[in-house]
């Protein structure tokens, strides 16, 4: 960490930092330049996590040279996560598939996207019972219908089920039908539910929010590492941009530079990263060349019989022309 | 609702939303354009919220000419909202000052702040108990302890309080203190948080998500209100962009277009807006001239030794200075 | 073109602007519904360009259900636009290859990087001669010289030249030199620059502009297509988000939307697009699986010495080996 | 400015960066860490604007730790700048009030708005001859006519003319007529205009481009300032977000921001920043309060046939209104 002295600062503004700072055992390092003084911190900064340094007289600003993210991070643990998830291997260098519908409509729904969609090369099957929705009006989930319809279908086709939690009060119930939780774009930064995943142990899907930093999605996979959860892989699912012919646009810079910084899988949505279907089947290459660990696709019988997202749903016929593309069949 | 075909939409596809929409007992207008047909739909529009009408063969897009809330619009409620909350009246005219700290840190300084706060003008206190912090290493607050300095503070000084409730779980502690219950911008859309305050009929201070539109922000409300709870004020703290001298782009705009759109009063956060000491008086001065029925503002008595938010906290001496400048003293 | 009126729109604003749509000789379809009017256009709108129907009383908003651009749609050209560039033909299938230094620096810097690009498989050779800068104080070009230099190594390698013109008054210069005439994406609007590429007839590179939406960057090339040139392609370069480890925001969602809106070849340049050498090679094979016509590259003998752009640039071996890794040699 | 070295990087890496700088006659100073170096550099940075440090073996970033800009800071420039344009002093502690319309249309319109304007309380007339549109299709000003207008306006009224200049084409011929020259937002970085109209010395209104940061606008203000041009006030309009009920999101913190950072003048545009006239009133009282210079208003007597930008224009009368509230006449 380094700290920038206004122009202006007086020399018991520096002292009253390096006291400061020593009392805490970290050592100091004073460089004065023509313009302004600059003092480094060195040692275990973790201890001045929560003294505002930007407020001290005399402070211009204060320039962080490391990352806040340590579990998750790359140099804490140089080797590439793998998650396992039944037989599929996640971040193992095959990408994964998973596909099915946004949400669990019916038995016959979810039984014939999930034998499709595994005929076709899926290895997982997405569903959701619960459903985050922007109007208190809209079609909000099966609930644990919808949860026990998963069930059935992972019974019938061996796919491993990733399903949606939204709030700790339902976690119990979502853990024990779930593979995979998933952690929405709008509760990235819902710090109690993190924790309250973490505390599972089981492997979690966390969906990168919709105006966070690569550096927030980070912290936000810390605080389910911190727990003891090394189950994580993240998913990059769009950001919101002014452009308005896209519902939200696909930051796959977000890939490689994950892969740089992080040891954790990464999971790519074309279906919510672009929100039309007919642009889900060149950005899901594009996402795979990106080096993708796997695609999450929303596959649906009858789109235009979707309770939602039916525009971004990809036909079964669609899906598996798309498979055949991708060399998954 | 009008929808609006493609140049080769085929007869037989404008029937099949034709008779889809007449199923449904809603009337349609047909307009042929030299270039394409035009679909209007007349009647109540509710019935369609999930009917995915743009996975229709032969559909182009789909233009909603009402917005989507209904009890948080003005047209729904013409006359503004007024919030008592004790002797406060929020939205009645006179603009209303929240101050304390961003987080309750230690008896002495909840008590001072509030004296301070309360001598310069405030009727509400602010502090935090539970913190959302980005990174699980950052201190998250005193909780129920801090609620009970909180109480405490409020026992002395008549000061209202507004605190964050962070989870459905912990909400019936932070209830039984709190006088307002505020939602932070993390978690606009944390849907079943919003029912769960929803259901306590208590006042509520929603801040606006972070890269939310003004229509969610009202959704969310929307959320609040459909639950029975007519007591919900919006909170506008900065939008994220791309401007890096503050942490947030405050968007004073909503202040005008929420009390055009919408009944509710709405809070000005000059603090989380723009993040810096230096620029609070001048955009808490801006707001109040933009219409806001409040301020919500960071004192600290000693910002450096802040646990959170240090640089963004006005001194007890500066608040003190803004309340003269802002003729509430 | 639709109009909506607003709930309390009286009869006679309603018809005011019924008689000023039919004075244009354009023709009215209403339709009142249970709560507002909407009223329809039918004809050739364009004699509504400039007719501020939003002022109009009694009017909420206009909503256009037709595109803007006119010459850029593929509605009105539906098969793909190829350009010629001697030998080298962009947007016939085969991603073209261009690559070069940020700025051209010196005779022996250009020539040698032409030359191994040239055998690494480009095609065309990128350079600026003139150079936009956000100081005044940085380095802007060798202007004349570097536009001679880069004469020198097209007729050495045969290698196409596509370099930036910054205004009208140097671009009878740059022209007489380039194959390719770049505008840069802080010219995308400098709508008097584009009229005069349009007026040159010379292939044109269109780069977005960095807030730009897809239908301002088409409209942009509208003005070059409507002066006569139909010798277009646009080049994604990112866009501005509040990402921090990249430099921009590539926006590979714009290649299939352009493909489907527009006939015009799309070119991506990821050195831009990521800021980042380490990240120029994952998203160069993105963008290709994308459906890119092609890759606009900086490749430098020494990034470290770059005068301009080091860190962005790859090395010629970097270069070299990306080619074979996407199957160009 | 200060270099982070990488964990990993070498003390070769290292010793090459201090060559390197020593080498420029500029000192270094070491930080040895416990994880990693840091350089940190002092004397007169300038003769490193271009060489690419990032790109050196083993760095990890560059921090600048000072301003790029430097006529326009306020440590270069202590005193606030007062630009006097005829009487009219724009930053000498009065507000200063622009109005007038979007275009210049005809006589009648121009002369009719410039009475009334001055009537209310302006003392510039703003109104465009040359208007940027992002469409070729639509009105683009009177031109040479519109200046002549606008001449004759001030000579009926006394008003100083405000009005833009798009191209250094046009330049001289604009610059005959124009009091105070303004730059669009699309051409902030149009770096050849600005350079010329420096060259000028004429008052400059230098508006910030759509997705400008403080620090670019800053910047550009540099170009004109170091051509030699001290009469350079900023005028903030509205940034591009996703908000969609306004056509831009006015970022007032930029006022206090630039306040403290330069010298320069600052005028903000509420029309522009919001797009509607319903709320402009309410963001004029705003930009007063956090401290503008002056206003910028779009005025039309009739603003429903006005050519462009009705939409967001005050009547004759909404403007006398406005100004009574604000206590202008």
Same mark, same amino acid.
């Given at each position: 960490?380094?700290?920038?002295?206004?122009?202006?600062?007086?020399?018991e503004?520096?002292?009253?930092?390096?006291?400061?700072?020593?009392?805490?055992?970290?050592?100091?390092?004073?460089?004065?330049?023509?313009?302004?003084?600059?003092?480094?911190?060195?040692?275990?900064?973790?201890?001045l996590?929560?003294?505002?340094?930007?407020?001290?007289?005399?402070?211009?600003?204060?320039?962080?040279?490391?990352h806040p993210?340590?579990?998750?991070s790359?140099?804490?643990?140089?080797?590439p996560?793998? +998650?396992?998830?039944?037989n599929?291997r +996640?971040?193992?260098?095959?990408?994964?598939?998973?596909?099915?519908?946004?949400?669990?409509e019916?038995?016959e729904?979810?039984?014939?996207?999930?034998?499709?969609?595994?005929?076709?090369?899926?290895?997982?099957?997405?569903?959701?019972?619960?459903?985050?929705?922007?109007s208190?009006?809209?079609?909000?989930?099966?609930?644990?219908?919808?949860?026990?319809?998963?069930?059935?279908?992972?019974?019938e086709?061996?796919?491993?089920?990733?399903?949606?939690?939204?709030d700790?009060?339902?976690?119990?119930?979502?853990?024990?039908y779930?593979?995979?939780?998933?952690?929405?774009?709008?509760?990235?930064?819902?710090?109690?539910?993190?924790?309250?995943?973490?505390?599972?142990?089981?492997?979690?899907?966390?969906?990168?929010?919709?105006?966070?930093? +690569?550096?927030?999605?980070?912290?936000?996979?810390?605080?389910?590492l911190?727990?003891?959860?090394p189950?994580?892989?993240?998913?990059?699912?769009?950001?919101?941009?002014?452009?308005?012919?896209?519902?939200?646009?696909?930051?796959l810079?977000?890939?490689?530079?994950?892969?740089?910084?992080?040891?954790?899988p990464?999971?790519?949505?074309?279906?919510?990263?672009?929100?039309?279907?007919?642009y889900?089947?060149?950005?899901?290459?594009?996402? +795979?060349?990106?080096?993708?660990?796997?695609?999450?696709?929303?596959?649906?019988?009858?789109?235009?019989?979707?309770?939602?997202?039916?525009?971004?749903?990809?036909?079964?016929?669609?899906?598996?022309?798309?498979?055949?593309?991708?060399?998954?069949?």
């Amino acid at each position: 960490m380094v700290i920038v002295m206004q122009k202006t600062a007086r020399a018991e503004e520096i002292q009253k930092i390096v006291d400061t700072i020593e009392a805490l055992q970290l050592r100091v390092h004073i460089s004065e330049g023509t313009e302004r003084t600059i003092v480094g911190i060195i040692g275990n900064k973790s201890v001045l996590t929560d003294i505002p340094l930007e407020s001290f007289d005399g402070v211009e600003k204060i320039v962080h040279v490391t990352h806040p993210f340590k579990m998750a991070s790359r140099e804490f643990h140089p080797e590439p996560t793998i +998650i396992e998830v039944g037989n599929v291997r +996640i971040g193992a260098g095959t990408p994964v598939i998973m596909a099915g519908p946004c949400a669990v409509e019916s038995r016959e729904q979810i039984l014939q996207t999930a034998h499709a969609v595994k005929a076709a090369g899926a290895t997982c099957l997405r569903g959701g019972a619960f459903k985050p929705r922007s109007s208190p009006y809209s079609f909000q989930g099966l609930k644990e219908e919808g949860l026990k319809l998963l069930a059935e279908a992972r019974k019938e086709t061996g796919l491993a089920i990733v399903t949606e939690v939204m709030d700790p009060v339902n976690l119990p119930m979502v853990a024990e039908y779930a593979d995979i939780l998933q952690i929405g774009a709008r509760n990235m930064q819902n710090f109690h539910l993190l924790k309250e995943v973490g505390k599972t142990g089981k492997p979690v899907m966390l969906k990168r929010g919709i105006a966070a930093t +690569i550096e927030e999605w980070l912290m936000s996979a810390e605080y389910i590492l911190s727990e003891g959860n090394p189950n994580v892989m993240l998913c990059e699912r769009g950001i919101r941009t002014f452009e308005k012919y896209t519902r939200n646009t696909m930051d796959l810079n977000a890939i490689p530079v994950i892969k740089h910084l992080s040891h954790l899988p990464v999971i790519a949505d074309p279906s919510h990263g672009t929100g039309v279907a007919r642009y889900v089947p060149a950005m899901s290459k594009a996402s +795979i060349a990106a080096g993708a660990d796997g695609l999450i696709l929303e596959v649906h019988p009858n789109p235009a019989k979707a309770m939602s997202d039916g525009p971004q749903s990809l036909t079964l016929e669609q899906f598996d022309q798309l498979m055949k593309e991708l060399g998954n069949r």
